[in-house]
């Protein structure tokens, strides 16, 4: 390997939370970790149609944590702007990310067809989508056999990556790379997402290894989660109060993870009276309905709990369950006035189908529109959150009057204490903050670990971190 600098950079999920990109420049090879799409408003979707930060075609290996559109939705972009190497991921994040890629880049076409009908894109270079169906499928050759948990695999000469499970989704994984520099390797660790302990369905995260740099996340890095069965217990309350006035209940849904979660908790509640039995539940969602079949085929990823009651019963199926792929399905579903509950996509609100039934439901005062997931700056579901008195939805000003929940506890991300229990206290040299609002997340998580005597330091977008001048200081 070349004797010049190794150096990170960030490229996405810099002092922000989404469009999640690492770059590890190893001499003249180079590594990249996540290519994520930018969410929220119209400035960050903006940014994904802006240069990377560095060549595509420069990339050798991509390694990617996890199928979430803000760890994998600028991928296609990338192959059309000249990368050629491999893509290495777990089995089913592999599958996850083919629905979702797919998924994405139907959406920006069809947004780009209003958009252009409406005027709205004067501007040419955002004129077409960011990609096409047919630029997503063609991303999916690009992929390498899926990578097993624990087991060390070549990237390029002299570099070598472990993923280990991140408890996150299905499929998700913190990638430990570790570049052999003569007796004293280099390792350097990336979080990805990390999943909160104590979920239903998917195992805990691994703990962090011994590493010289930790690239880590800080989505709710300065908070605390609410206890789980508290939440559970608010999203059984929320139905019931929301169905005894005659409303719908709107869950803004993602379609990895929660969708799935939601369900499990609606069979339970089903099954213990907490929910009436007769309710119909319409998973509105193709990407959620892709996933959970997806998730039927990995049950190496489950709990062992979880997997067992798998065996018995199918967890995520219920009376009165539909599953809605078609458009005419969902559309049916604007002619119920009261008593459904429905999950849709997006879970931020920036798109999907669950714009439809916002605008059908925000304006009704005896409906309710649940939100169990994170809400990024700019995104229609923060606004909401926020207090919003009304809101804009196809150009049209929608009045907020529903009753608006939000159950925190429900996060598939590691709030500030089971970050600094995965992190542990070893002798790292130094902790990269990233994934994070930077006034809340990171800050307050540099101020901890500064506490317990960790090197911190939060990089700018593009920011040159050299770990090592040369071989020589590693040896």
């Known amino acids: 390997m070349s004797t010049e600098k190794i150096i990170y950079s960030c490229h996405g999920a810099a002092r922000e939370v989404t469009g999640s990109c690492h770059l590890l420049r190893c001499g003249d090879r180079h590594v990249l970790i996540d290519c994520g799409l930018f969410q929220g408003g119209r400035e960050q979707e903006r940014a994904n149609f802006e240069p990377f930060g560095f060549d595509p075609a420069s990339i050798d290996v991509l390694l990617l944590t996890h199928a979430h559109l803000d760890h ?144 880590m996340e800080t989505t709710y890095g300065d908070r605390p989660h609410r206890a789980l069965p508290d939440s559970v217990d608010e999203l059984y309350r929320a139905i019931q109060q929301t169905l005894a006035r005659g409303g719908n209940v709107i869950i803004p849904t993602f379609a990895l993870e929660r969708a799935q979660e939601v369900l499990y908790y609606l069979h339970r509640g089903i099954q213990g009276g907490q929910v009436p039995a007769h309710t119909p539940v319409f998973m509105d969602s193709p990407m959620a309905i892709s996933a959970t079949e997806i998730f039927r085929r ?84 923060r606004r909401i959150v926020d207090g919003a008195k009304s809101v804009r939805i196809f150009h049209e000003e929608i009045n907020v009057n529903a009753q608006i929940w939000t159950i925190n506890g429900f996060s598939a991300h590691a709030d500030q204490s089971a970050l600094l229990d995965w992190l542990g206290n070893t002798s ?48």
Not at 334 to 348: D, P, Q, R, V, Y
Request: hydrophobic letters at 40%.
């Open 72 to 215: 994998c939705g600028r991928i296609p972009k990338l192959i059309r702007e000249g990368f050629h190497g491999r893509i290495l991921a777990t089995a089913a994040t592999r599958d996850l990310a083919r629905v979702v890629m797919l998924d994405a880049a139907g959406l920006q076409e069809e947004d780009a067809r209003r958009a252009q009908r409406s005027g709205r894109r004067r501007d040419e270079a955002y004129s077409e989508p960011l990609y096409t169906l047919d630029d997503a499928l063609h991303a999916m050759d690009y992929f390498a056999d899926p990578v097993a948990y624990d087991m060390d695999v070549p990237v390029i000469d002299g570099v070598r990556a472990r993923f280990q499970d991140a408890g996150h989704i299905l499929g998700s994984a913190s990638i430990l790379v570790t570049i052999e520099q003569g007796a004293q390797p280099l390792r350097i660790l990336f979080s990805g997402d990390l999943g909160n302990p104590g979920r239903p369905i998917l195992r805990n995260p691994v703990p962090a290894p011994e590493a010289n740099y930790v690239v």
């Open 298 to 381: 990995h049950a190496e990823c489950f709990d062992d709990d979880f997997r067992k009651e798998l065996e018995q019963s199918d967890p995520f199926a219920m009376p009165n369950l539909h599953f809605c792929r078609d458009t005419a399905e969902s559309m049916a579903i604007n002619h119920i006035e009261s008593g459904a509950i429905i999950l849709a996509g997006s879970g931020m609100c920036t798109g999907g189908r669950v714009l439809h039934h916002l605008k059908n439901n925000l304006w009704r005062q005896r409906s309710s529109v649940v939100f169990v997931g994170y809400a990024a700056n700019g995104s229609l579901a």
């Open 428 to 475: 790292r040299k130094r902790v990269l903050l990233v994934h994070g609002e930077y006034e809340r997340g990171m800050r307050a998580m540099e101020t901890c670990l500064e506490k317990l005597g960790f090197a911190c330091q939060i990089p700018q977008a593009q920011e040159a971190v050299v770990l090592a001048e040369s071989i020589t200081e590693l040896t």
